[in-house]
């Protein structure tokens, strides 16, 4: 039975004086989706002790619903976003925990209906529930959906017992997982923190989930500087006027829902009196404050600043916990794009805005330099993504110190942060002053996918790898297509496949032309190679990239000939009549392995390959000039004289006749010879 750990057992990590070799104690500041990229990066390292520190002032759609109907809870939506992210996600059951918690009622759903779904999920009668929610179901073990059914539970009886009274809750589109957050908040006596607790534990998330307050119920509301009143963090985050917002205002809950979420007129004066009654400033929470006390490093993360993170700096007792710890690196990440809430504002005055909440708007005087090391801004000169404009800042009308400037183009193609180039910016910085070493991350592939007139079979090569789940992995994948001079349509049928950069290679034809023009373009930790002949089995570019992701091999080849039972056989298939090209295929790939052997004392089984993955670190040191197929010797003979392991690992082939459109000839095995012995007399890099 899978078990559930509890909520004291999880936070649980080894102490300095415990362990020789203390984990990085890292805290960073997050919101709903912001920081995905970057918290999913932190969360692989095994190094890294992470602690993530959230606001729950949300209050739209079914979130504010929730909030309305449950009194004293606080928003559960971003508790929710960060649960799904730092749990694990390898197991089918936590994927289907996920799933679930994502899950909406249908919308336009009645009371009735809605009550109907709880109660099933209370009462396990999961054959009524939606198909959409009964798969998900079905994925969860006995200990998963017994703990549900109890939160079910909770809120029925508390839903029931409102509409007897007259109130019905709005199920119209509700996320299943803020149902659940009701239910196992009744559950904890309504402590909003320990509710928090709770659900990471039964998440099993790897890390620490904080809400940053002690849970006071509060409301969050801001003013423009054109006299505009937003009176919710729904109206915060949503389209309105180009005028900036100039002040946040966190308003006690009772006072909040009593005036200004009224909808009817309020008569004037009547604003700013409740304004001037309800305004606070929430006391820290005190694990949060002990965490970053004891941090070795605190990231103020990018997103949606005046919901997600600003009001966060506005509580008592964070600033000073900041300023307290005098040896973390401390990183500010300014967003990349613009939101709905920063209509104007550049990267400086974000930064002005950071220091007045943190300043709780002069109840308190903190030093700049004691709150932030290091400040990342994006240069637009490289977009990857059409969209809201870049967010400028310009170094040399800025007031920061240069040398705490980190200026460079850390979008992903998401659009979000490269969760990969902030994290090892933080290594970069944390290993300056501590010994502390983290593994490189891995966290995107790219698959090359070169093409040259493959029009029978690259339509469906391409929809072959783009339907890998590499999220099971915890990975991300972006696949580029290079062509390179088709003259038979593959450009407009691999253009056609969703998911798929197709580039055209530069400067002509040949493989090896075509693989280094996708090796210039791709972004990901891990570059793969991959045919587009169907010779191959999609599914095996797996095992190839978690070698590198699992055991940090710098070079992954896919081998055709361990899985081969009759060589001769397979050749004969391939060359028919053709004799000649039967022997020269069959000793030349004998002889190649052999020259591999002679002139570098490595044996690689099948060097023509064309299944491969590389640290893409690893790889780009090369420095690969071939333009033919000569290329992939010349990758062997450049990693055999950077003393670098080549890992081979059998893969499924089912060869093409040359009728069908082989292209291998005996002029490229001339060539690969010739790059194998150029190759060992260059000079070592």
Known sequence: MHSIPQPDALRRTPSPESSPNPLLQVVLFSGGSGTRSICETL?????????????????????????????GILGPSDVRKNLDRLMPQREGCHR??????????????????????????????????????????????????????????????????????????????????????????????????????????????????????????????????????????????????????????????????????????????????????????????????????????????????HSSLFPSYLTRGVAEAIVENKTADKIFVCNIRRDFDLPQEDGAAIVQKFLNCMRRNGETTVDRAGLVTTFLFQTPEVSYNSGPEYIPFDPTKSDLPPVAIRLSNWESESGQHSGGQVVNEIQKTVNARIDR?????????????????????????????????????????????????????????????????????????????ALRAGIDQARGDIIAFYPADLEYRAEDIFRIVLAIVNDDYKAVFGTRNVKCTNLSQRLAHIYGDATGLYLMSKYGGMLLSVSTLFLYNRYVTDPLTSVMAFDAHTLRSLGLRASSVDILTEIIASLCRKDEFILEIPVDYKPRTRAQGKKTRPLDGALAILSLLRGKFRSRA
């Open 43 to 71: 969360i692989r390292q095994p190094r890294i002790a992470l602690t993530v520190l959230i606001n729950a002032y949300d209050d739209g759609h079914s979130t504010g619903r929730v909030r309305r109907f449950v009194p």
């Open 96 to 305: 289907a925990l996920r799933a679930f918690s994502d899950c909406r009622l249908p919308a336009g759903s009645t009371f009735a209906e809605g009550n109907r779904i709880v109660a099933a999920m209370a009462e396990r009668k999961y054959g009524i529930l939606p198909p959409v929610i009964q798969r998900s179901v079905q994925g969860l073990t006995i200990a998963q959906a017994d703990q549900l059914s109890e939160w079910f539970s909770e809120f029925s009886s508390y839903s029931n017992l409102q509409a007897a009274a007259g109130r019905y809750f709005d199920f119209h589109d509700c996320a299943l997982g803020n149902i659940l957050f009701a239910g196992c908040f009744l559950a904890n006596g309504s402590d909003f923190n320990r509710t928090v607790a709770t659900l990471s534990a039964f998440y099993e998330i790897r890390g620490t989930l904080l809400n940053i307050t002690e849970g006071e119920n509060l409301f969050l509301a801001a003013r423009k500087d054109d006299g505009t009143f937003l009176p919710g963090e729904a109206e915060i985050v949503a389209a309105q006027s180009s005028s900036m917002i100039s002040e946040l205002l966190l308003i006690d809950g009772d006072v909040y829902l009593n005036f200004i979420d009224r909808k009817e007129m309020l008569a004037p004066g009547e604003l700013e009196r409740a304004l001037a009654e309800g305004r606070r400033l929430p006391r820290i929470n005190p694990a949060a404050a002990a965490a970053l006390a004891s941090a070795d490093v605190v990231i103020y993360g990018p997103g949606t600043q």
């Open 437 to 513: 070493a983290l593994r490189p991350v891995r966290q995107l592939v790219s698959i090359v996918i070169p093409v040259l007139n493959e029009a029978p079979t690259i339509e469906r090569a391409l929809r072959s790898l783009t339907s890998l789940d590499f999220s099971q992995f915890e990975l991300s994948v972006e696949f580029l297509c290079v062509d390179g001079g088709s003259s038979d349509g593959s450009l407009e049928l691999a253009s056609a496949v969703p998911g798929v950069k197709v580039l055209s290679s530069p400067s002509g034809k040949g493989r090896g032309t």
